[in-house]
């Protein structure tokens, strides 16, 4: 990322979906940071879920980050299974670990 402020954009759904397998990484971070004001959590979820894992740092951060945003703005998450997730990933990513625990402190404080 480039450092400089970027809206984030607001899609619909079906937008979103194709442009999630279209996207270059930085319009990719961008459209993640976005999702979290859509009403349809568990989606946004998954989608997230299916993103921390990324090889790209920006991608797994925004991917991270989105997880603790839902859970702070809808006060909802599917926290087993979100908590393994992220713990599991931060065993293996070290270089997240921080985001990771402001996402799992997120969870902890809204869920």
Known sequence: M???YQEIPSLSVDDIMDRLHSANSEELTLL?????ELDDW???QDVY???INDKNIWIASAAISGLGDLA???????KE???KALTDLASSRKELI????????DI???T
């Open 42 to 44: 568990p989606w946004v």
């Open 32 to 36: 993640l940071l976005g999702l979290t």
């Open 72 to 78: 702070r703005i809808h006060r909802q998450i599917g």
């Open 49 to 51: 879920l299916k993103f």
């Open 98 to 105: 921080g985001k990771i625990g402001d996402a799992l402190d």
């Open 2 to 4: 480039n450092g400089i």
């Open 81 to 83: 299974h979100v908590v």
């Open 108 to 110: 902890a404080i809204f």
